[in-house]
Nanobody
Framework: QVQLVESGGGLVEPGGSLTLACAAS????????MSWVRQAPGKGREWVSE????????YYADSVKGRFIISRDNAKNMLYLEMNSLKPEDTAVYHC???????????????????????WGPGTQVTVSY
């Protein structure tokens, strides 16, 4: 059974940094594209970033490009999101999501596709505020 558990969220001041982690189990992690998505209060899920199975290709939403870095450790079945220069508009619950099939190619997306990423964790809250 697929399990994704996020951690690392918290309260941080604008301009600060946080690194989120996602522990994956129940599937062959190293063969799947993985994504981070976020959901702010009263809004739909927003695609944030995506990384291919080997970790050599990463993609970002324009809103986070240059500030966030996605990475993975296939030996540890872990996905990460390093978030820098945080802004109040980054406040959201952040979820890691697993591609449905090994054939899903990592790419830039205009929106989160729940059909291609049907499995995600409960999320970790990130609040950016003074």
């Amino acid at each position: 059974q697929v399990q994704l558990v996020e951690s690392g969220g918290g309260l941080v001041e604008p301009g600060g940094s946080l690194t989120l982690a996602c522990a994956a189990s129940g599937f062959t992690f190293r063969t799947h594209t993985m994504s981070w998505v976020r959901q702010a209060p009263g809004k739909g899920r927003e695609w944030v970033s995506e990384i291919n199975d080997a970790g050599g290709a990463a993609y970002y939403a324009d809103s986070v490009k240059g500030r966030f870095i996605i990475s993975r450790d296939n030996a540890k079945n872990m996905l990460y999101l390093e978030m820098n220069s945080l802004k109040p508009e980054d406040t959201a619950v952040y979820h890691c999501a697993k591609a449905k099939r090994t054939t899903v190619v990592a790419q830039t997306r205009d929106s989160f596709d729940p059909d291609e990423f049907p499995s995600w964790g409960p999320g970790t809250q990130v609040t950016v505020s003074y």
